[in-house]
Nanobody, 123 residues
Framework: VQLVESGGGSVQAGGSLRLSCATS????????VGWFRQAPGKEREGVAA????????SYATSVKGRFAISQVNSKSTVYLQMNLLKPEDTAMYYC??????????????????WGQGTQVTVS
């Protein structure tokens, strides 16, 4: 299983970024995929997640209405569209996955495969 994040960068407050999580090594259907972030000195927190079969989604309260998670099955890729970015969104963003539906989609302990992360900086 391999997860590769991309799309991070520096942006001004109010701007947008789209993160990509390219997956390989497993059948895309029937997996839970989540986006997590970790700011310096803070614990990692769940941002958004989806179950690739049925496209069930979950969002943290802090990003609801601003971020959108989506998938493109033909590319085995999960995206995180981030709009109206705030300085407090600054963090390293990671995607993670696990086979099957997870009962706590925004809990990092429910995932067993992780990417290396992509940095998002909002000023």
């Amino acid at each position: 299983v391999q997860l590769v994040e991309s799309g991070g960068g520096s942006v001004q407050a109010g701007g947008s970024l789209r993160l990509s999580c390219a997956t390989s090594g497993f059948p895309f259907g029937g997996y839970s995929v989540g986006w997590f972030r970790q700011a310096p000195g803070k614990e990692r927190e769940g941002v958004a997640a989806l179950y690739t079969t049925g496209r069930l989604t979950s969002y943290a309260t802090s990003v609801k209405g601003r971020f959108a998670i989506s998938q493109v099955n033909s590319k085995s890729t999960v995206y995180l569209q981030m709009n109206l970015l705030k300085p407090e969104d600054t963090a390293m963003y990671y995607c993670a996955c696990r086979s099957g539906y997870v009962s706590r989609p925004l809990s990092e302990t429910d995932y067993n495969y992780w990417g290396q992360g992509t940095q998002v900086t909002v000023s």
